[in-house]
């Protein structure tokens, strides 16, 4: 009943807010033939539940992270797609809070698109995969190099011409594909905020 009230309030909020943001031929901010078009960081908090038969364990985490983007529409020749595709890189360093004192370190390659929804609201959608390395040994995981899959979406606000905030939702797995036992996996639930200058 809760995750269905929290839907209907969702859709009816963007029923009622997108159409006052959003104009008939909003400008195209991002649309450059630059090759570095993203370039920002962001940080966040991340969830998980790591516990084993049935005993819930946290495993909480802080990002840290850079974010550079990369032009696809001008090698791909896609003139005609509004807003941006973007190759992402994404190094990162994130403490992790619970249990304390450990930490991941990594990069993520993946892909971003994100398209004008009025005159500063640029909404985004994103996947990427990558490789990680995680200081504390659960027992779902038997070895300290993973790797990482995520995606998400979420919301660009162009204060200026070429900074924006950004905030979003982030869906991550980590898992070291078999290639050591036990392999249960880690999923963290995030949400993500942060400041990109854009060329």
């Known amino acids: 009943m809760g995750k ?3 839907c209907c309030v969702l859709a009816i909020s963007a029923l009622v807010i997108v159409p006052s943001v959003v104009k008939a031929e909003p400008a195209d901010r991002v649309n450059s033939d630059a090759c570095l078009k993203e ?3 962001y940080s966040g908090w991340g969830t998980a539940d ?13 990002y840290i992270a ?7 529409k001008k090698w791909l020749k896609w003139d005609n797609l509004k807003g941006a595709l973007l190759f992402m890189t994404e190094p990162f360093v994130n403490p992790v809070v619970d249990p304390s004192g450990d930490y991941e ?7 971003k698109y994100m398209f004008p929804a009025g005159d500063r609201f640029y909404p985004y959608i994103e996947g990427g995969t990558g490789g990680i390395y995680i200081s504390e040994k659960t027992r779902r995981q038997g070895s300290h190099a993973n790797f990482v899959d995520h995606a998400g979406a979420g919301l660009y606000y162009f204060i200026k011409d070429n900074i924006a905030l950004n905030a979003g939702y982030r869906f991550r797995h980590i898992s070291n594909l078999g290639i050591k036992r036990p392999n249960g996996g880690i999923e963290t639930h995030s949400v993500i905020a942060g400041v990109s200058l854009f060329y």
Request: hydrophobic share 40%; glycine share 22%; charged share 20%.
């Open 4 to 6: 269905c009230l929290l």
């Open 39 to 41: 370039a920002g960081f």
């Open 50 to 62: 790591v516990g084993d038969d049935g005993a819930p364990k946290d495993y909480d985490n802080v």
């Open 66 to 72: 850079g974010r550079f983007g990369f032009n696809l």
């Open 105 to 111: 370190a990594g990069l993520s390659l993946g892909l």
